[in-house]
């Protein structure tokens, strides 16, 4: 029959002594590699400062994304204080408190000069008012 | 560290020829036939599964062998050396070589059930286990298979 052939033809396949022993050897390396990573950890669990040498790459390599993100947040809070700070006191407006507060003596004659400037304003209102007035008579 | 060792080294005594052929069934080259036996012997061992009896024990080791020929297949580049059949020409096992040729053209659903039935000796409800597949469709298969094997073999290779 044709098919045993086939049984035939797979009996040259076969696994060699050298064949063997590679793969033995490579079972070896990768089982008993995978042991003594086990090992290792055991290890780390009793020999303590290896144990936080290790933690602490893990922590600060962890850490270092989140203090930098903490470390942005700050320099923008300072950022916009400052700004903030900067609109809140105005140089005009800070010049003018500075003077009232620091020549206290001058108050007087700053307060005269602004109800000098508030009579001033009412007068040309009223001129302005007047010809207002005679400009609406003089229309036909 | 030697229990792995000899863990292995008693697989492969036992099963160590079904499973290299079958996945040379499969790649057609010895270095990727080597490459699954060991592949398949490190996942059996990190399993450390246990096992009623032999016959469980191969079939699972010989579907492990089959995933991975086909991922092997499927995902990388298979090398395209041909021992068998060089050591076929080389020897002038001509008829061998004709089965052997005829069998690579095959697809591969029916390569696989030709391979497990003739080779194996499996029945087509334990192909139906090992290959994850309805024990119907192995029949029809192995069926096809057959049919299409003689039919290349004799109009190719005028076999009767």
Known sequence: MTLSKYNELMENIVVTEDMKSRILRNIELELDGDDAEKGNDKVTQVDFTEGKKSESKVISSAMRGRWASLAAAAMVLVLSGIVVKSIIGDPSHSGSTAVMSEDSHDAAPAHEVMEGAAAEEAMDSTDSFANDKSADSAKP | ?160
Do not use: C
């Open chain 2, 1 to 160: 560290m030697g229990k792995n060792r000899d863990r292995a080294e008693a697989l492969l005594e036992k099963y160590g020829n079904a499973i290299l052929r079958t996945a040379y069934s499969y790649l057609h080259n010895m270095e990727d036939a080597e490459d699954i036996l060991q592949d398949t012997l490190i996942q059996y061992l990190k399993s450390d599964s246990e096992y009623n009896d032999e016959e469980h024990e191969k079939a699972w080791l010989l579907r492990v062998a089959i995933n991975l020929s086909k991922n092997k297949i499927k995902y990388n580049k298979v090398r395209e050396t041909d021992e068998l059949m060089d050591e076929l020409v080389s020897e002038e096992k001509e008829e061998l070589s004709f089965v052997w040729e005829a069998v690579k053209s095959l697809p591969e659903k029916y390569s696989e059930v030709i391979h497990l039935y003739y080779q194996e000796g499996y029945s087509t409800a334990d192909m139906a286990a090992i290959l994850n597949k309805k024990e119907s469709t192995v029949r029809s298969d192995l069926k096809r298979a057959r049919d299409k094997l003689k039919e290349i073999l004799k109009e190719e290779y005028d076999f009767e």
